[in-house]
């Protein structure tokens, strides 16, 4: 029987920093993405000519103040408060949507609906919300 034999590979030579980004370079020039960076870089000065001109519009104005408000609102609620309403609201859609599909509730259905406690609860919070917005929309 032989004896096995013992064999050291040497390690596999290291790239450097040339080989490596000419590998870059030849890998994005075959996938078409160097041709669209190219394209892209080369005309930055056009699209943020067009970006600014827009921006300094009175519609751009209007359009980033209304992000920056919707922004500044969301800092005021609570992930919390956010997630219960969200949840609030999509299982509302999935019930509506089973309601629209059926034969309509009848009218002493559609009282027991509104005699619930869920139903009340949600239009104190809308007339509440309603009562706010009023307020300040006459400038209180």
Do not use: W
């Not at 030579?13 to 075959?30: K, N």
């Not at 609906?113 to 919300?129: C, F």
């Amino acid at each position: 029987m032989a004896d096995s034999l013992e064999y050291d590979l040497p390690p596999a030579p290291f790239p450097g920093a040339t080989e490596e980004f000419a590998q870059l370079i030849e890998t994005l020039h075959a996938s078409g993405t160097l041709r669209v960076l190219n394209g892209f870089f080369g005309r930055l000065g056009d699209v943020s000519g067009v970006a600014m001109s827009e921006i300094n519009s009175p519609a751009g104005r209007n359009a980033l103040g209304a992000f920056l408000f919707i922004g500044e609102c969301l800092t005021k609620i609570s992930p919390d408060d956010l997630q219960r309403v969200t949840a609030g609201f999509a299982d509302g859609v999935k019930r509506a949507r089973s309601v629209l599909t059926e034969e309509p509730p009848g009218t002493l259905a559609l009282l027991r609906l509104a005699r619930a406690p869920e139903t009340r609860r949600t239009l104190a919070a809308m007339l509440v919300l309603l009562n706010s917005l009023g307020a300040a929309l006459r400038g209180k």
